[in-house]
């Protein structure tokens, strides 16, 4: 892989190689070219001449290729083979690895990451006790084939997706346009999952699944990704479609290819190789797709007119319409139409000559077969560092759906490199990687970290120590159902996270992109209304006043004592709490302070409600809202 270096040019970064072959315009260096497009203002069809033998050099682009794992000098530290390269990289930095974490934390860890669920104090003393050797990698199995596993994996997923179930404009009761079956798309993604689908056959099957023959019945509705994207009103109109093909192309393109393509809708893009007739290339693929609401719970002969508009026995997917090719949309104004684009794949990936798709269709097969295929490289790249980025806290590419010349370097390249090499090798095997990466030191390192002079940021960024993660809005809601003994594992039809009868794992509340559930916008989960690169994480006073007003909270404090055996004591009701919600029982001051909160001179034991208000405390905790 070729060496790169940052640059910084009128504010824009970017990486760029020697400027003696990373030139991309009429020869001019990427930095130069970068320039010239911010300062140009008019734009017409014609799209900008490329050298693409030098635009192929860009790293993110290049051919796979296996890589030989490095020589290190800590002997006996790897326990698999991506410890060789971190090791590697903190040997060159002159750091050393954190500690092992305990096998408390460890476990906590483990459980949360793999299901997005707590482990029990029993559970945790229980592994404590087993001194097999592999006590560790059983559980991690076990963890593998549990169906929370599909359940934490999508709760990644669907933000990339933009997942939700109404549209952001209704007006009135207007819900013509809403998705109430829109739960058969992610119990497929669960399902996905925790079978291990291929992640190519998941490509496949998302962008294409009813374009294939073989195609199963239940996986019919895995083009829900494009089908459950935004719909506007007049949809007759050319520039009312051309913003759902925008956001089409947008979704699909950044999600599993981890480019900006919509940015060329107006122009070539500004700083990639990607021109305006990559773009409508692309969007003529969805301008011949249409969103459809098929028959799937019932046979299609028996389904009425009246069901299909009424959305019961349907799923909302996309079926081919009349394959067209678009033309150029000069400045992204429809009324000003350029030359005809054939349905194609990128330039940048083709090497500048790309093949148009000829087939009858919208080309939507040709489209997933040209991200799908082994030969993409983009596509391994960009989803390992995403399972990357959810296990270890941040992606070895810090912009997980940018990987062009805006995006960032990856901190790790061969790193990055192997394990993207290696996924393809082993079959696109989804928990094959997850199962290296958990079983791996750098994984069980501790979170406190030992490499002395150095900031933890620095440290956690070159893998030298876990950092410290929230827990997502997810975690802590089913956190604090299952300690209270409520949780209720089932799926189906979505039900809004207020009803005070929802008991079911967060996943299963309805997301709204008219107005986000508040608890879900307090505690940052994504807007609905676009793709989702990563989280963003905000403290604010409002999620501690959710925390100490929610009914839902309350209910859950006061359903954990309400079989804490308070009979015993107050000292052994105070341990069983901390066992409960913590993981651990309490230390001396925490005794202390608690027993002193629950002093009371009027009644022998004291009052539920004060018990119920410990409880919330601990809810409240950092120590349960971050994981170490």
Known sequence: MQPFKQCSVQGASLYAGAASHRTVRHGIPWALCLVQLLQTSAWSETTQSYDWEAAT??????????????????????????????????EEK??????????SALLRRLHYDLTGLPVSFGDVQSFLRDDAPDAYER????????????????????????????????????????????????????DAFNRDLAYDDFIRLQLAGD???????????ATGFIGL????????????????????????????????????????????????????????IFASTELVNRAYDKPADKVTKEDLKSHRFTAHV??????????????????????????????????????AFNSRGSGRRELAESIATPQNPLTSRVYVNRLWSLFFGQGLVRTPSNFGLLGAFPTHPELLEDLAFRFIQGGSSTKRLVRE??????????????????????????LAGMPRRRLSVEMWRDTLLMLSGNLQFEGGPSIELDDPQNMRRTLYGRVSRLKLNDLLMQMDYPDANVHAAHRNQTTTPLQKLYAMNSSFVLHQSDSIVADLALERGVQ?????????????????????????????????????????????????????????
């Open 57 to 90: 050099q860009f790293w993110s682009v290049q051919p796979m290729q296996s890589v030989t794992a490095p020589d290190v000098h800590l002997a006996g530290w790897s326990r698999q083979r991506l410890d060789f390269f971190v090791l590697s990289t903190l």
């Open 94 to 103: 002159g750091l050393q690895p954190s500690e092992a974490a305990s096998s």
């Open 318 to 355: 996309v079926k081919e319409g009349t394959a067209k090719n678009l033309p150029i949309f000069i400045r992204g104004n429809v009324d000003q139409k350029g030359r005809i684009v054939d349905r194609r794949f990128l330039s940048w990936l083709s090497g500048g000559h790309p093949k």
């Open 572 to 628: 052994e009701g105070i341990h069983t709490l901390y066992r409960r919600c913590l993981g651990r029982g309490p230390n001396t001051s925490e005794r202390t302070a608690a027993a002193a909160f629950l002093k009371t001179d009027a009644k022998p034991y004291p009052d539920i409600r004060r018990w119920a208000s410990l409880a919330q405390v601990l809810f409240m905790s950092n120590e349960m809202l971050y994981l170490d």
């Open 229 to 284: 994207g935004p719909k506007y009103y007049n949809r007759g109109r050319l520039d009312v479609k051309a913003e759902e093909w925008a956001d089409q192309v947008d979704t699909v393109m950044r999600t599993f290819q981890g480019l900006t393509v919509a940015c060329a809708r107006c122009h070539d893009h500004k700083s990639d190789p990607i021109t305006m007739e990559d773009y409508y290339g692309i969007a003529g």
């Open 211 to 221: 374009l294939y023959p073989h195609t199963e019945h239940e996986d019919l509705v």
């Open 437 to 462: 990466m958990v079983l791996s030191s750098t994984y069980r390192q501790s979170s406190r970290n030992a490499s002395a002079g150095m900031g933890q940021e620095t440290d956690t960024r070159w």
């Open 139 to 190: 559980r991690v199995e076990q963890l593998l084939e549990s169906p929370q596993f599909g359940e934490r994996m999508a709760s990644m997923w669907l933000p990339l997706a933009r997942y939700a179930e109404d549209q952001a404009h209704q007006v009135g009761a207007d819900a013509s346009h809403a998705y109430p079956n829109a739960y058969h798309y992610r119990r497929w993604v669960v």
